[in-house]
Nanobody
Framework: QVQLVESGGGLVQAGGSLRLSCAAS????????MGWFRQPPGKEREFVAT????????RYADSVKGRFTISRDNAKNTLYLQMNSLKPEDTAVYYC???????????????????WGQGTQVTVSS
């Protein structure tokens, strides 16, 4: 079982930047696809970005493409999400997640992921 702990959320003005981190422990981090999801107030959890186990392939939601960058450091067992040009509609609780199976494809659905962090709040003011 993997444990995931997010950090780096906070309050930022529109146009600003934040970097989220997700520290993983409990199993071989580098064997699993990792992802970021978010849940805006009153809405369903939605896909943000995903990255393969080697960090070479990524996928993004259209709403964040060109503004957000997902990356990972397998030596540090850490996943990152660099968020630039933030907008008020990016306000949400952000969750990192680990795929259910080793060496799986770049899933974009919550059901593709079996382990979740507790979430970190990101609030973007206008």
């Amino acid at each position: 079982q993997v444990q995931l702990v997010e950090s780096g959320g906070g309050l930022v003005q529109a146009g600003g930047s934040l970097r989220l981190s997700c520290a993983a422990s409990g199993r071989t981090f580098s064997n699993y696809v990792m992802g970021w999801f978010r849940q805006p107030p009153g809405k369903e959890r939605e896909f943000v970005a995903t990255i393969d186990w080697g960090g070479l392939s990524t996928r993004y939601a259209d709403s964040v493409k060109g503004r957000f960058t997902i990356s990972r450091d397998n030596a540090k067992n850490t996943l990152y999400l660099q968020m630039n040009s933030l907008k008020p509609e990016d306000t949400a609780v952000y969750y990192c997640a680990s795929a259910r199976w080793t060496y799986s494809g770049l899933g974009t659905k919550p059901t593709d992921f079996g382990s979740w962090g507790q979430g970190t709040q990101v609030t973007v003011s206008s």
